[in-house]
């Protein structure tokens, strides 16, 4: 459900080549993904807080957001695989939402 003269992108963390093993799965996905909602598709590579955490490279959204003048911002883990059939959720969700999980179990659904 692409909506016409909406600008969305979906962004992802990715510094110092991470993980290629990975991202050589998960980016075709992402990629895929944002293609099929009307999103450009936007890999944060360059680090801008360096005496931070790596995860703090996140926040780059901000300001890219506002230099590419988004209506819809994105943020999905580097490692994150998006089933090809996950729907647009910017045409169901007001854009005041965030959305996020609020749980990962990961540590007991794997041994």
Do not use: C
């Amino acid at each position: 459900m692409w909506q016409k003269g909406v600008k969305k992108t979906i962004f992802t963390l990715a510094t110092d080549g991470w993980a290629p093993e990975i991202t050589e799965l998960s980016f075709p996905l992402l990629k895929r993904y944002a293609d099929k909602i009307g999103a450009d598709f936007y890999v944060i590579k360059d680090r801008k807080f360096p005496n931070w955490p790596i995860t703090y490279e996140k926040m780059q959204v901000y300001q890219l957001a506002q230099e590419m003048e988004n209506d819809w911002n994105i943020y999905i883990d580097a490692d994150a695989l998006i089933h090809p059939e996950t729907p647009d959720f910017t045409a169901y969700l007001p854009k005041d939402t965030v959305a996020h999980v609020g749980t990962d179990k990961a540590q007991i659904r794997w041994k």
